[in-house]
Structure formats: structure tokens, C-alpha cells
């Protein structure tokens, strides 16, 4: 069969103001790779380590408050001029390891962002507060009472109005359509998935950086305001180790790097800050403190670390489905979390990925005339994928940062067979959704599935499969805890405050904090609850606190 691919749209950079170039020509203060070395010692009110969701709501608060902030980013600086749309650029110079970086069994794929925005440049877009049952979980375990749904609700509103997360109003793309069609049909909820955009273009490449700005990513809203309010911004720049003495930061030790993530040769830097923000994603922030050699007396640093354990299912349709083009994700399905209690079975949520050619042949299983035949069937082709909601049960505990020899971290997290067990039933889930939107073929991301015609043959199919690390493709772009948050030392690595329990000047603003994962895309989250320990963080440094700017 021969398919006609439908025409691409594509941004025209030169046609489209670029805010960080002009904040450049402004004069923003940024050094480090191409924008010239760093001294050797700098001093600043507030130091910040990383530039993501969590470093960027603080990085605008505490600027915009008065105080003197430095940001720390061991990625390159990248703007929309440099966005083409084209993954062999993207995946490189955007995402950490190449967006190769892995478990430590190399069973599941991690996909971090790795330059100035951290992962809101890279990500899809899609915003959810923290679910009311996740944060009735926090309260009741780990003693977070003040967290509540309605207590949360007004830093949530203000992080939704700041970033412009609203209702997406445009038709799904063929891709989400399919997850609907098929939900309906089996008479389970569909909903639509909130996006922090504005003026969008509808192209589909946001996981390879936003080529006409309309993705409100910390890139483009709260860096160029904490910018613009004095802040100075240090890229390819990596913190390297903590100096601490009397259970209080002294100073920061930076190293410059290259822009594909190595060391540079020589060079380095001090900074010396009267408070220090970790906020560089959960595995490098716990690794940071792991080099460190902070005070843990609980064993609590790095351990409980989420991912969303993700498993897909892919099926191949009559009509073209184009899963590269419009909005990446615009509908979900949460039915398969409230079918049961957060501390049972495994739950998990149902949504549709966008495809691009290399990571869609990077996820697919098989080789050589296999694969073949699964990438001519390419624009055919629709994915599902299931984020299963680890850390709130007994037998789903996470995994465990730890340093290798070189002193970079890495994420083990075993795959148990409690998690397992929840895979095998999302792929069976998933595989009905499809069959029942008129899927004429099913492939379950698994070695040994194959083929599926009909959704009886899948279903046994799927009940035989060993669900074994490797053979079940396993990946994740959420990464969440392993700094967790407590009302309890015993609990947790921060104070409810966001303070690390044992170091005076030292907070954690990132979603390393999270004691479960969150059962939903994480980015809002962050927002909300990094946005409610800023306003304290400003208060306790004496500053006058202020809203998120508008």
C-alpha cells in the first residue's frame, strides 16, 4: 500500500522575533561556552542550580523581589532560531545524553531536557494540577497537611495564568482523535489534556524546541523576566559540589563545559550565595548532593526516585494518521487510575505521544525486515502510551540515584513484579482501545508480542507474555523524587518549607521533592508547588514577596 504523506508545516525562524537573541543584544548578563568564560569567584544573594520548571518560577520570584540571583545550567543556551524541527539537531544539544540516558540495567529510556528552559523547552506541553487523591496520599504518609487540594488551588491558578495553561480548543490530530474514538467506544472517559501555549502553530515538533515561541516554557516567560531584572545566567556550566561546613553552604563549586556535555579542559568558578536552590531535575539534583557528601542521617537521599515506568502499544489504521504533526497530546484517559484505590494495583494513565521517525524507530522492538516492515507502515501508525503510577505502594518503591566512578549519576530502578503486572494489564487496555477505534493490526511494544489481528488473538497474546525487564519496552519522560519531601527528618530530605532538614541555606525547588510520582504529566505541579515555596523563600530572606509575573 501506498501512502501520500500529507504536507508539513514548518516555522520560518527568520520571520519570527527571537526574545533570547534580543535579550542578548540587550544586554542580559550571560556567561560560559560562547558567551565568554566566568570569573573565578562570583558572590550573589541566591544561587540556582538549573533552569527548569522548578529553577524558573524561582529564578522570577526572587529576582523580581530585589534579590541578587545567579543561574546555573549545565546545557547551552538554544532559542527558537536554533529550533529546525529536525531531531538529529534536537536530541543532541537539547536533551540529557543524547536522549540516551538510561537505567542502570539499561531496561528503561530517559528522556531529560539538558539547556536553559531544562525540560519545559523540550516537552509536550501538557499541564495538570496535582491530582486531589495524590496530594490526600502526601498528607496522610508523609504528613504534608498544608499541601491539600483547596490550599494548593490559588498557586496553581497563578502558575496557569502566568503560562497561559488553558483549555486547547483546536481538533485533535488523528492521533489523540483514535484514543478518544476508542475510549467512547467502550464506554470509558476521555478527556482533554490543558497546554501552556499561546498563539500555537499546531506543528507537532514540540519535543524538539518550539520554533515560533508559543510553548510558554520557562525559556521564553520567566528567564527573560528574571533576566531582565539583573539576574545573570551561567550556560554550559555545571555545579559540581557543595562546600559545606557547620551544616551551611559556603559555596558552590562550577566547571565550564562543552556544549555536548563533556568537561572542558580548564576552568572553574566559586559562588559564593548566602541561600542555594537545587533545582537541576531529580537524579542530577540528588547526585549533586550525593557529591557533595551531605548529611543524610535517615538514608533518605536518592532513594523512592519515580519515573511513570511507560509502556506503548502501537497499532496500524486504514486512514493516515501523521502522529508528527499537530498538538502532541490533547487527550487522556485517567480511567484506568480511578478504577482503583492509589495504594492498590498499579493504576495508569492512557495518552498518545507524538512520532517523529528516529524515536519512533528508537521505541519500536524487533530488527533488521521487522522493523522495516513497522516504519513503511509509519504514516499509518498510531501509539499509545501508559504512564503507570509507581510510589504509592509497598511493592512500587522507585528506584535509587547513585554515582559512578566518574561521579555522575545514574537512576537503578528495578523493574518489580508488581510494576510488571500493571504493564501487562496496560497493554491489554491499550490494545483494546485501539481494536475498538478500528485498528486493523495492534503491535504491543514487547520482543516477543509481535503481530496482533484481532483483539481475542491480543489478549491472549498479551496474558502469555513473560513481562520481563528488555523484553517489555520500558521508557519514561518523568522523573520525580528521590529528594523527598516530609513534615518527618525520618520521611523525607526537605522540611515541608522546601529547606533540606540538616543544611540551613540550602532548598530543593524541583520535582526531586515529590514523595510518590504524581499520576499525571508533572511540569503543572512543579509550577504550583515550587510557586508557594518561593513566596516563603523570598519571605525568609527578607525580601517583599511578588506574584509570578502576568
Request: glycine fraction near 10%.
Amino acid at each position: 500500500m501506498t501512502t501520500t504523506l500529507p504536507p508539513v508545516a514548518s516555522a520560518t525562524p527568520a520571520s519570527i522575533p527571537d526574545p533570547i537573541r534580543a535579550g542578548l543584544q540587550r544586554g542580559w548578563k550571560v556567561m560560559g561556552g560562547p558567551h565568554g568564560s566566568a570569573p573565578a569567584q562570583i558572590t550573589c544573594d541566591v544561587a540556582i542550580i538549573g533552569s527548569g520548571a522548578g529553577a524558573g518560577i524561582t529564578a522570577e520570584m526572587l529576582s523580581r523581589a530585589g534579590l541578587d540571583v545567579v543561574i546555573i545550567e549545565e546545557g547551552p543556551l538554544k532559542s527558537s532560531t536554533d529550533f529546525r524541527q529536525l531531531e538529529a539537531e534536537a536530541y543532541p544539544s537539547l536533551y540529557q545524553e543524547s536522549a540516551a540516558r538510561k537505567t542502570a540495567d539499561k531496561a528503561i529510556n530517559i528522556l531529560q531536557g539538558r539547556s536553559v528552559g531544562g525540560s519545559t523547552t523540550v516537552n509536550w506541553t501538557s499541564s495538570f494540577r496535582t491530582p486531589p487523591s495524590t496530594l490526600a496520599h502526601w498528607a496522610e504518609h508523609f504528613g504534608l497537611k498544608e499541601f491539600g487540594e483547596a490550599s494548593m488551588a490559588p498557586w496553581f491558578a497563578q502558575a496557569e495564568a502566568r503560562l497561559n495553561i488553558s483549555d486547547w480548543l483546536t481538533a485533535p490530530n488523528e492521533n489523540n482523535e483514535l484514543l478518544r474514538t476508542g475510549a467512547k467506544k467502550l464506554g470509558i472517559e476521555a478527556s482533554s489534556i490543558r497546554r501552556n501555549v499561546k498563539g500555537c502553530w499546531n506543528l507537532g515538533s514540540c519535543g524538539l524546541g518550539c520554533p515560533t515561541n508559543a510553548k510558554q516554557s520557562m525559556l521564553v516567560t520567566t528567564l527573560p523576566t528574571a533576566l531582565d531584572a539583573g539576574a545573570r545566567l551561567l550556560v554550559q556550566t555545571r555545579a559540581m559540589t557543595l562546600e559545606v561546613r557547620n551544616n551551611h553552604v559556603e559555596a558552590v563549586l562550577v566547571a565550564p563545559m562543552q556544549a555536548d556535555g563533556n568537561p572542558a579542559t580548564s576552568g572553574g568558578t566559586r559562588i559564593v550565595a548566602r541561600h542555594v536552590v537545587v533545582a537541576g531535575g531529580a537524579i542530577n539534583s540528588p547526585g549533586l548532593m550525593l557529591r557533595s557528601k551531605l548529611p543524610d542521617p535517615h538514608q533518605r537521599l536518592g532513594v523512592r526516585t519515580f519515573l511513570h515506568p511507560v509502556v506503548m502499544s502501537a497499532a496500524v489504521f486504514d486512514q493516515t494518521v501523521a502522529g508528527w504533526q499537530g498538538a502532541p497530546q490533547t487527550i487522556y484517559s485517567d480511567h484506568f487510575l480511578h478504577t482503583q484505590p492509589v495504594d492498590g494495583p498499579i493504576g495508569y494513565k492512557l495518552e498518545a505521544p507524538p512520532m517523529h521517525p528516529v524515536i519512533f524507530a528508537s521505541s519500536l522492538v524487533g530488527f533488521g525486515t521487522q522493523q522495516a516492515a513497522l516504519l513503511k507502515q509509519f504514516p499509518n501508525t498510531h501509539t499509545l502510551l501508559a504512564l503507570l503510577r509507581d510510589g504509592f505502594h509497598p511493592e512500587a518503591p522507585g528506584g535509587q540515584v547513585r554515582l559512578r566512578g566518574d561521579g555522575t549519576p545514574e537512576l537503578d530502578y528495578p523493574l518489580t513484579p508488581f510494576v510488571m503486572e500493571g504493564a501487562r494489564r496496560a497493554l491489554l487496555s491499550m490494545a483494546e482501545l485501539q481494536f475498538a477505534a478500528g485498528a486493523r493490526e495492534v503491535f504491543p511494544v514487547h520482543e516477543q508480542a509481535g503481530s496482533q489481528r484481532t483483539w481475542a488473538q491480543a489478549k491472549a497474546t498479551i496474558q502469555a507474555l513473560p513481562m520481563k525487564p528488555h523484553l517489555t519496552k520500558v521508557v519514561s519522560a518523568h522523573v520525580m523524587g528521590g529528594c523527598g519531601m516530609a513534615a518527618d527528618a525520618s520521611q523525607g530530605v526537605v522540611r515541608p518549607d522546601g529547606v533540606h532538614w540538616q543544611i540551613d541555606n540550602l532548598s530543593v525547588h524541583d520535582g526531586s521533592i515529590f514523595p510518590t510520582s504524581i499520576g499525571a504529566n508533572p511540569q503543572l505541579s512543579i509550577y504550583g508547588l515550587v510557586n508557594r515555596l518561593s513566596h516563603g523563600l523570598v519571605t525568609a530572606l527578607g525580601a517583599k514577596p511578588l506574584a509570578l509575573a502576568g
